[in-house]
């Protein structure tokens, strides 16, 4: 174990050295989860609930194909393969997705008892069930429209840093052959930030690609659509999941200890 330090720059450099040997040794997983995106995306609106479980799959599967591939253990045919890796990654993706629910959940509340508080307390007769009275109420309360603005935000900031401290959940689960979830919060303690800066780093071609396929998207018409959903795979499944996936390999080598993460513990 080293010292557990985390560096921004090694960090990025972890996740962009890794991409070719990553993509050279997982293309069959890679290639599946790309297909399987385009395909979804073709799904009329009634079946969106088939389309989600789709791509929640995708994911694992790529996930399994490349942390398996980092931790040494059986890559299958070109990373294509589903086996106990992929099943725990779901339970991880899971289990993850209800605690950030919950969490919203609470959030949500929260921020309302806030808004309504700062309407109520700006206008007596407020009536909530109308839109422009929260518009006035809001607009007219001075300070308490900062609070009131500021809340949702706040609340952004809490999910987005709890993901943060899950993120090495996958790479903890396939190491160590059980669904980590809560019991890997430890492992980010101290270097949320750099974790976070580092994969934002490593997903801004990703953010800038998205930005100019929607202008161009506007500017081609409908008829594109179908070719920017097939780049957005590639660039997510191809270039986003190695680069993002070695990151945190990095991190969790760098973080992992006896200590640091009891092995029985989900």
């Given at each position: 174990?080293?010292?557990?330090?985390?560096?921004?720059?090694a960090?990025?450099?972890?996740?962009?050295s890794?991409?070719?040997?990553s993509?050279?040794?997982c293309?069959?997983?890679?290639l599946?989860?790309?297909?399987?995106?385009?395909?979804?995306?073709?799904?009329?609106?009634?079946?969106?609930?088939?389309?989600?479980?789709?791509?929640i799959?995708?994911?694992a599967?790529v996930?399994?194909?490349?942390?398996?591939?980092?931790?040494?253990?059986?890559?299958?045919?070109?990373?294509?393969?589903?086996?106990?890796?992929?099943?725990?990654?779901l339970?991880?993706?899971?289990?993850?997705?209800?605690?950030?629910?919950?969490?919203?959940?609470?959030?949500?509340?929260?921020?309302?008892?806030?808004?309504?508080?700062?309407?109520?307390?700006?206008?007596?007769?407020?009536d909530?069930?109308?839109?422009?009275?929260?518009?006035?109420?809001?607009?007219?309360?001075?300070?308490?429209?900062?609070?009131?603005?500021?809340?949702?935000?706040?609340?952004?900031?809490?999910?987005?840093?709890?993901?943060?401290?899950?993120?090495?959940?996958g790479?903890?689960?396939?190491?160590?052959?059980?669904?980590?979830?809560?019991?890997?919060?430890?492992?980010?303690r101290?270097?949320?930030?750099?974790?976070?800066?580092?994969?934002?780093l490593?997903?801004?071609?990703?953010?800038?690609?998205v930005?100019?396929?929607?202008?161009?998207?506007r500017?081609?018409?409908?008829?594109?659509?179908?070719?920017?959903?097939?780049?957005?795979?590639?660039?997510?499944?191809?270039?986003?999941?190695p680069v993002w996936?070695?990151?945190?390999?990095?991190?969790?080598?760098?973080?992992h200890?006896?200590?640091?993460?009891?092995?029985?513990?989900?």
């Amino acid at each position: 174990m080293t010292d557990g330090s985390v560096a921004i720059g090694a960090t990025v450099r972890a996740g962009v050295s890794g991409l070719g040997p990553s993509v050279r040794a997982c293309w069959a997983a890679l290639l599946a989860a790309v297909v399987l995106s385009i395909l979804t995306r073709a799904l009329p609106p009634a079946l969106g609930g088939l389309a989600l479980l789709a791509e929640i799959a995708a994911i694992a599967l790529v996930c399994g194909a490349l942390y398996r591939r980092a931790f040494g253990k059986p890559a299958g045919l070109a990373g294509l393969r589903w086996g106990p890796d992929e099943w725990r990654l779901l339970g991880v993706q899971a289990l993850i997705a209800v605690f950030l629910f919950v969490v919203a959940a609470v959030l949500i509340l929260v921020v309302g008892a806030i808004a309504l508080g700062v309407a109520r307390a700006n206008a007596p007769g407020f009536d909530a069930t109308s839109s422009q009275a929260w518009k006035d109420a809001l607009a007219g309360s001075g300070p308490g429209a900062i609070v009131a603005g500021a809340s949702p935000l706040l609340g952004l900031a809490v999910l987005i840093w709890l993901a943060v401290r899950l993120s090495l959940a996958g790479a903890a689960s396939v190491d160590q052959s059980g669904v980590r979830v809560l019991s890997a919060f430890p492992l980010t303690r101290g270097v949320t930030l750099q974790v976070l800066a580092a994969c934002t780093l490593l997903a801004a071609p990703v953010v800038a690609l998205v930005a100019l396929s929607s202008l161009v998207g506007r500017w081609a018409g409908p008829g594109f659509d179908g070719a920017l959903a097939a780049l957005g795979a590639i660039f997510g499944y191809v270039y986003l999941a190695p680069v993002w996936t070695g990151a945190l390999v990095h991190v969790y080598r760098r973080r992992h200890g006896p200590a640091a993460l009891p092995s029985q513990e989900v």
